[in-house]
C-alpha cells in the first residue's frame, strides 16, 4: 500500500513537471495508479461484493 502511493505520488510530480505529450502520458499513468490504489482498497476492505455494489452505484 505504501509503495502505491508513493509510485502516485512519483507520478503527479511527473504531470506537473512534463510539458506536452509528456504530460498527457503522466497524467494518464497517474489515472491509472490511482484507480489501482482505489480497487486495492475497496478489495481490500470491502472484498468482491463490496466492490461490485459500489461500481454498480457509481454507473448508474
Known amino acids: 500500500m505504501i509503495g ?3 509510485s502516485l505520488t512519483i507520478w503527479l510530480l511527473l504531470a506537473f ?3 506536452g505529450l509528456q504530460q ?3 497524467i494518464a499513468l ?7 490504489l482505489v ?3 475497496l478489495f481490500g476492505a470491502l472484498g468482491w461484493r463490496g466492490y461490485e455494489v ?5 454507473m448508474e
Open 4 to 6: 502505491k502511493s508513493l
Open 39 to 41: 480497487t486495492e482498497f
Open 54 to 58: 459500489i461500481r454498480y452505484r457509481l
Open 30 to 36: 497517474s489515472m491509472i495508479a490511482a484507480y489501482a
Open 17 to 19: 513537471n512534463s510539458t
Open 24 to 26: 498527457v502520458a503522466s
